[in-house]
């Protein structure tokens, strides 16, 4: 089948006119521009064909939180009203609160995944459906005498859900304040045998800063309520710590990264690391500016993702674009494009797979239609795809409408 649109965007790559490409066997075969070759073909005036966006970071089991939690308090007393919010949830619920996050992914131009979540119930719903997805259970616990029980939970879970072609359970380690030093290594340890990404909340917050910087502040105080005997870091950082007790791998995501210092950002760049920014996270938290220049110019790669509706208005990747854009002017549109889609593919190991629209990759791309009146238009498309008005007409992952 043959798709062609006014415009196919490929990032990194000038804009085609009238670009198509062709699919076969869930493949794209074949990519051009002008005429149409023989064979069936679709035709979408007005619209922009570009590749499928790259969720690098989601949990899909809290989306029935949407608007329940009350923005711009601090993080451990939001995570205090998380679990007394999730406190009564069952199975179920899990399982339809991620069954209602994957429709809302899809709707928001989404066909690639990594999720994390608790119950397990995200994996089973993301394993029935038509996203690429990574699934992971998330393993969590201070005290180093459960570190064992802990992670041998979370395997437990990630295990009672069979990887296919499209789908790939894992687990993943919380942050590096709420794991012992025993289970990151063994959770890290886990994921890298597999070849499966390693993804990490890390300097997120103020209070995790102060945490790490001088054993102090509201953070502190959750963990010692946690496990009494919780470690007192001092002088160091989130990124510094991992970095000195063998916990951050190549390659690894790093989740938020909205307090990086310097010294954080050159261990990332040695690391080939790469870090997600949450752009609908970042403002209901009231987070200072997210550093995206200073990463840049270190060279360490920027991705985006949702995170949760228990701490953001939206799944969908669109959205993510356009508040990035919003926050950041100077970034221009195609650059955006680049990390929600190619950036993203590339930190969970898809570059050969997805992120991009060629010859021998998965037909996994999205019809955008901008609003025609808009100031845009379509004499840049990259920017008419950000403004708003546009809307995502199709998804096709693996040349499947979804």
């Not at 990519?31 to 069936?40: D, I, K, V, Y």
């Not at 390693?198 to 509201?218: D, K, N, Q, Y």
């Not at 593919?345 to 570059?351: D, I, K, M, V």
Request: with cysteine.
């Amino acid at each position: 089948m043959l798709y062609q649109a006014d415009w196919l965007l490929n990032p990194g790559s000038p804009p085609v006119r009238q670009g198509w490409l062709r699919v076969e066997g869930g493949r794209i075969v074949e990519t051009g521009s002008g005429n149409l070759p023989e064979g069936p073909s679709k035709r979408f005036a007005g619209c922009a064909l570009l590749p499928g966006l790259v969720n690098a970071h989601c949990h899909l089991e809290l989306t029935t939180l949407e608007n329940a939690l009350e923005p711009g308090k601090t993080f451990p007393d939001w995570v205090r009203d998380l679990q007394g919010l999730t406190a009564d949830y069952k199975l179920p619920d899990y399982r339809a609160s991620a069954r209602a996050g994957i429709e809302r992914l899809l709707r928001g131009g989404c066909t690639t995944v990594l999720d994390v979540g608790n119950s397990g119930e995200a994996l089973k719903a993301l394993a029935g459906g038509p996203l690429r997805a990574f699934a992971c259970v998330e393993a969590l616990g201070l005290d180093p005498a459960h570190a064992e029980s802990r992670f041998g939970n979370a395997l437990s879970l990630a295990r009672a859900t069979e990887a296919t072609d499209r789908f790939r359970p894992g687990i993943a380690p919380h942050a590096p304040y709420s794991c012992s030093v025993e289970l990151l290594r063994s959770v890290i340890g886990y994921q890298q045998s597999r070849g499966l990404p390693v993804t990490i909340h890390a300097a997120e917050s103020r209070e995790e800063a102060a945490l790490f910087a001088s054993a102090s502040g509201p953070m502190q105080a959750f963990c010692k309520r946690i496990y009494p005997r919780a470690p007192e870091h001092r002088g160091t950082t989130p990124i510094r710590w991992l970095e000195s007790e063998g916990l951050l791998p190549d390659g690894a995501l790093v989740i938020h990264g909205n307090t990086l210092e310097d010294r954080d950002m050159e261990i990332l760049a040695r690391r080939e690391a790469t870090v997600v920014h949450c752009p609908s996270s970042h403002a209901f938290f009231g987070h200072p500016r997210f550093p995206y220049d200073a990463l840049r110019a270190h060279g360490v790669p920027v991705c985006l993702g949702t995170d949760s509706l228990a701490s953001a208005d939206s799944l969908s990747m669109l959205e993510q674009m356009r508040l990035f854009s919003k926050n950041h002017p100077e970034v221009a549109a195609e650059e955006i494009l680049r990390m929600a889609t190619e950036a993203g593919a590339r930190a969970l190991g898809l570059g050969d797979v997805a992120g991009r629209l060629a010859a021998g990759l998965q037909a996994d791309f999205i019809l955008a239609r901008p609003d025609g009146s808009g100031r845009h238009a379509m004499d840049d498309p990259a920017a008419a795809v950000l403004a708003s008005g546009t809307f995502i007409e199709q998804v096709l992952i693996a040349g499947v409408l979804a």
